[in-house]
């Protein structure tokens, strides 16, 4: 088979399936094949045939997309602002708008030479990895309730190369977070409510770890645990639902948070809300 014939068979099956970026995700799934060669030269050699295992590598990656995994689990990493992390059914996928989470979060660390950070929740580690790799002095302990999430943060660590700042830690929030030894807490804590569930799209319901999912009340969980973690001039910085932000943002102020403010996602909603801990 072709390049070009291949793209376009696997472009009408992806579509078939309901997956509205048919097109893009063939290219980036015949890429792979083709021993992760650039999109841009697949154009060049549309007339090239496929090897006996290339074909073979692509068509099992179509089935994989076909069934609704997610392209990140199916290509196995993804890309968090300038890292590329693995990617896996163990943590959830890093997503567009918690990059503008660690952009608030850095906001407050940049005049601080060596800022303590608290990420709760890490998951893949990007949160904590990002940080760490945009700030050179940062030192960031990452806590995560699932062995399996901080196997795979342990894995991007070593993968990114960000040895020596960043610890990783198995906690359970319910357990709190400590005594005041943080200048910075910050998370995208499970916010799905449990009804919800069944409205979200295949790729997230049915492939994407549920624990890190699906709760009620974490985000103010780990808003009311910060308020004995932080030194007083510390900030929180957290990622909510869409439509949860203002009652995120009157939680912390009824927690005693200042300078309370909300920023919007990419599309214009408002998901990530920060405060002040005033000790």
């Known amino acids: 088979m072709t390049l070009g014939g291949a793209l376009a068979a696997a472009s009408a099956r992806l579509a078939e399936a309901g997956i509205e970026s048919a097109r893009l995700e063939a290219e980036l799934l015949l890429a792979r094949a083709c021993d992760d060669c650039a999109r841009a030269l697949l154009y060049a050699e549309l007339d090239r045939e496929l090897t006996d295992e290339q074909e073979a590598a692509f068509e099992a990656n179509v089935v994989r997309r076909v069934q609704r995994e997610p392209l990140a689990y199916v290509l196995g990493e993804w890309g968090f602002r300038r890292l ?110 449990p009804d919800e569930l069944d409205t979200l799209q295949p790729e997230v319901r049915d492939w994407e770890p549920h624990i890190a999912l699906v709760s009620r009340d974490a985000t103010e969980a780990v808003a009311g645990a910060a308020t004995e973690a932080l030194r007083p001039g510390g900030w929180i910085v957290l990622e909510s639902a869409a439509g949860a932000a203002e009652r995120i943002r009157n939680a912390l102020s009824e927690l005693g948070f200042d300078r309370v403010t909300i920023t919007p996602d990419l599309a214009g909603r408002d998901r990530v809300v920060e405060g002040r801990w005033t000790g």
């Open 84 to 193: 590329t992390l693995r990617t896996d059914r163990r943590a959830l996928i890093p997503r567009p708008e918690t990059e503008i989470v660690v952009e608030r979060a850095l906001e407050h660390i940049h005049d601080r030479s060596n800022p303590d950070v608290l990420d709760v929740g890490t998951g893949t580690g990007a949160i904590a990895l990002a940080i760490a790799d945009e700030h050179e002095g940062a030192r960031v302990t990452a806590i995560d309730v699932s062995p399996d999430a901080l196997a795979l943060a342990r894995e991007n660590l070593e993968l990114t190369g960000i040895n020596g700042r960043v610890r990783l830690v198995e906690h359970d929030l319910t357990s709190g977070l400590g005594e005041a030894q943080f200048d910075l807490v910050v998370s995208n804590p499970p916010y799905v409510e």
